[in-house]
């Protein structure tokens, strides 16, 4: 399991006074729409002249029609990136013709699909699409799998049940993560790190119980500990 840590602050300074404290552990840094709306490709360059080793996932939940997103996706590889996403509710053929267009590039990165958001419980992701979560992750899961994408996004509650319809090595990256039971702020269907392992996680995403703690690298030593 890879802890993944969500670069959501409100400045670049801040992100990369964040990213200099962590700039010697094993972790993903995931730049989600926040920061790079503010802070672009720039952003990218700099974390990786603090430490080349740092993996990128580059959180945009891309959800288009398929051309516009086989585009954007092919923008996304050019960046460098090692890890994006696509929204699986975008559907079958708009996965199919990202996988196409980035398969075609060298160093294709791991592409994921937003199944149901984190912070959705069951009635309010109902009222959308009629379906309840345990059943409609796995479906948009099924669909991602066979369109040849490399894994999902999901809370860690389908975890298993996502790998068990599809394959072990499809990978979940899971959101929504409360290491050690801090509070859940906007997220619903949260987790704490015995719970993320026991439903086979690959990568958690971890940001305000980093962030906000007095002592971020503390924090994060004790997650990679843990996991
Ligand atoms: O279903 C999802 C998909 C993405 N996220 C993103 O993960 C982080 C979580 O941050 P916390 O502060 O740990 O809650 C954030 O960037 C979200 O945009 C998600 O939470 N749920």
């Known amino acids: 399991m890879k802890l993944c840590v969500a670069l959501d602050l409100p400045s670049k300074a801040e992100n990369i006074a964040l990213i200099q404290k962590l700039k010697s552990e094993d972790v993903w840094l995931k730049v989600g729409l926040r920061s790079f709306i503010r802070d672009g490709e720039a952003l990218l360059h700099e974390i990786k002249a603090i430490n080349p080793n740092f993996k990128l996932f580059l959180d945009l939940k891309i959800h288009d029609i398929p051309n516009t997103m086989a585009d954007a996706a092919e923008s996304m590889v050019s960046l460098g990136v090692d890890m994006f996403n696509v929204h699986a509710s975008s559907g079958v053929k708009a996965m199919r013709m990202v996988m196409e267009r980035v398969n075609a590039l060298p160093n294709p990165p791991i592409v994921l699909a937003v199944t149901a958001l984190t912070s959705f ?88 119980p980093i962030y906000h703690s007095a002592d971020p690298l503390g924090i994060v030593k004790k997650i990679i500990e843990n996991i």
């Open 121 to 208: 419980d069951n009635a309010s992701f109902e009222a959308i699409y009629h379906l309840p979560i345990a059943q409609k992750a796995v479906d948009f899961a099924k669909d991602a799998y066979e369109s040849g994408l490399h894994g999902v996004v999901c809370s860690v509650y389908e975890s298993l049940a996502i790998k068990a319809q599809t394959a072990t090595s499809f990978l979940t990256l899971t959101p929504g993560i409360r290491p050690f039971g801090e509070s859940s702020n906007d997220q619903e269907r949260v987790a704490d790190l015995e719970m993320a392992k026991a439903q086979q996680s690959d990568f958690i995403v971890v940001g305000r």
